[in-house]
């Protein structure tokens, strides 16, 4: 069955327009530990500039386990204020799966905010920030945006403005395919 899908996929020709060849970086990555219990360890990052959906969502927040690579998909406003985040990271994370011993991202103004570190601080989840241009922290979120921004153009390609409206089921889709942690 794997290989007729492959089959089918390598002739589809929305996957040909919207897939992107994404290589492996060169060098050692340094990564950090691996976790032991799932959703202990997550990284987040945000998928900006998208076109506004008819909702008014142009941004998607994309929350990963570093464990189970399982993906959040959570679309917001690029100008959401941060108790809007608080809340939507408190229902999406915390009470699904408890709270995070660590969260890797980037140094986004929002989660470098004091607002952000006093909440984390409270819950008692240590905050590390990546460096830019350096997928060896953070790069589980990079590869899964690069995979979500494949399946949103193909969305974009077929259902325009209408890509929030798919957005649970990309998740689905993301969260139940084959990844190259399943060999």
């Known amino acids: 069955m794997k290989a007729d899908i492959a089959t089918y996929v390598s002739k589809c020709l929305t996957c040909a327009k919207v897939k992107a060849e994404h290589q492996r970086p060169s060098g ?89 570190r006093s909440l984390q601080n409270a819950l008692g989840t240590r905050l590390d920030m990546s460096t830019a241009y350096h997928s060896e922290t953070d790069g589980q979120s990079e590869r899964t945006i690069q995979t979500l921004e494949d399946m949103l153009r193909a969305c974009a390609i077929e259902f325009r403005k209408g890509w929030v409206n798919h957005l649970p089921l990309v998740e689905f889709s993301y969260n139940n395919s084959y990844h190259a942690r399943d060999q």
């Open 28 to 116: 050692l990555l340094v990564q950090p530990r691996i976790p032991e219990w799932k959703w202990d360890n997550i990284t987040m990052d945000f998928v900006t500039k998208l076109p506004k959906s008819s909702q008014g969502y142009d941004t998607i927040w994309v929350i990963v386990d570093r464990l189970t690579k399982s993906a959040i998909f959570t679309p917001i406003r690029e100008t959401d204020p941060m108790d809007k985040l608080e809340r939507i990271y408190l229902k999406e994370v915390v009470t699904r799966h408890g709270i995070p011993v660590s969260i890797i991202s980037d140094r986004d103004p929002r989660f470098a905010s004091n607002f952000w």
